[in-house]
């Protein structure tokens, strides 16, 4: 009786460690049976953006702006809406691009006549979560964070 139960304890051991270490650990410490891809895609909004490691409630880049909203589809289609002077605006044309080996996620979109193109290191990525950080072209540090609006 007490061999059977250390072998049931053993193969148990067995079976959880082959299925944590299936999960895909992306990025620090953020454990899932989804891949990046799967998790990246739904309705997220902009709930706190950093500029320069202060946080801001208004920029002129509205594609950073809190209260923003990031549709991100399959296949790489992305779409962008906010508010602006009463109205609510949405992008023109809008991609996005994971790279789960490096940790980054890439973002070309045109909001409010502005081009945006920029390559984001990805903090945190979850079902209900995404935040990112990156520089832009003028040297400033920004972090947005992201918190999901998708039904799961």
């Not at 009786?1 to 999960?23: E, Y």
């Not at 950093?50 to 589809?73: F, H, Q, R």
């Not at 906010?82 to 609510?88: C, K, P, V």
């Not at 081009?115 to 990525?125: E, I, M, P």
Request: aromatic share 20%.
């Amino acid at each position: 009786m007490k061999r059977a139960t250390k072998l049931f304890l053993l193969i148990a051991v067995a079976m959880m460690a082959v299925g944590l270490t299936s999960c895909e650990n992306y990025p620090e410490g953020v454990p899932s049976f989804y891949s990046s891809e799967y998790r990246i895609v739904g309705s997220w909004q902009v709930s706190h953006t950093y500029l320069n490691g202060v946080e801001i409630d208004s920029t002129d880049y509205i594609g950073y702006a809190p209260k923003t909203y990031y549709y991100i589809y399959a296949d790489h289609v992305l779409a962008l809406s906010a508010m602006y002077d009463g109205e609510i605006r949405e992008s023109s044309f809008a991609t996005w691009i994971i790279r789960p080996k490096e940790k980054t996620v890439e973002f070309d979109y045109t909001f409010f006549g502005k081009h945006y193109h920029f390559s984001a290191d990805v903090k945190r990525l979850s079902r209900r979560e995404f935040f990112f950080e990156f520089d832009d072209e003028d040297g400033d540090h920004w972090r947005l964070e992201l918190f999901s609006r998708s039904n799961f």
